[in-house]
């Protein structure tokens, strides 16, 4: 016979719990972006992207739409498009390959490992050509991609490396948190992610200012920060 505990159903997120856990600060907090009305940037976000920059071990963070966004912006930033190759890892979500086809390149999978389901960096070798502009590693499940092999890789072919860590917030990789070694990273705040919004939500972190202040203003039609009409 089926015992009770059989029978209970353990969703793998649940947000209504999670809400109920921290409603009091989140009513709060959703207050106070009500009654200045900032909804678009602002204060409130400058503070996290301040605070998550922090987090995250790197100097510059830029915040955008969602973690899809942060990958497109990102790749535009560093002037790759047509006739350009992107080396992603074959297991991810389509956004990381996706984005490569948006900015008009070529995508090109590589194999993953079989113990952490990350990038295989002897596969990234493999798949390198002339056209090679940069390698988008994924933490994924959390778990860092091997980026002291991919860093080196990346560094004898001139390469520019993307990190995917939309799964991997405050993750770390030998001390170094994820997101902190690439030449840029970009993170999803989806609503499930183990640092979720109330909402959809991104972010580009670099310790790079140039590629930071570009990315800022991908991000906001051209404009430089703090301007409103001058794109």
Do not use: W
Not at 84 to 92: G, L
Not at 143 to 155: R, S, V
Not at 189 to 206: E, Q, S
Request: hydrophobic content about 40%.
């Amino acid at each position: 016979e089926k015992t009770e505990q059989s029978n209970r159903h353990i969703p793998l997120v649940d947000l209504g719990a999670q809400y109920q856990s921290i409603k009091n600060e989140i009513d709060a907090a959703i207050a106070s972006v009500v009654e200045r009305s900032a909804y678009i940037g602002g204060t409130f976000v400058e503070q996290f992207e301040a605070d998550f920059s922090k987090a995250a071990g790197v100097k510059h963070c830029v915040g955008v739409g969602n973690g899809t966004d942060a990958l497109f912006i990102a790749l535009k930033a560093l002037g790759i498009g047509p006739k350009d190759e992107v080396i992603v890892p074959a297991n991810s979500f389509i956004a990381t390959a996706e984005v490569v086809t948006a900015v008009g390149a070529k995508v090109v999978f590589a194999d993953v490992r079989e113990d952490d389901y990350c990038i295989d960096p002897k596969d990234i070798e493999k798949k390198i050509t002339k056209h090679t502009k940069a390698v988008i590693p994924v933490h994924l499940y959390g778990q860092p991609a091997p980026m002291d092999e991919i860093m080196a890789i990346a560094h004898d072919h001139d390469l520019f490396v993307i990190e995917d860590a939309a799964q991997a917030h405050l993750a770390t990789y030998k001390g170094k948190k994820a997101g902190s070694i690439g030449t840029v990273a970009c993170f999803s705040f989806y609503p499930g992610k183990n640092l979720g919004a109330y909402g959809d939500g991104g972010a580009i972190v670099t310790g790079d200012e140039a590629l930071a202040g570009r990315c800022h203003m991908l991000a906001n039609h051209g404009r430089a920060k703090g301007e409103k009409y001058d794109h």
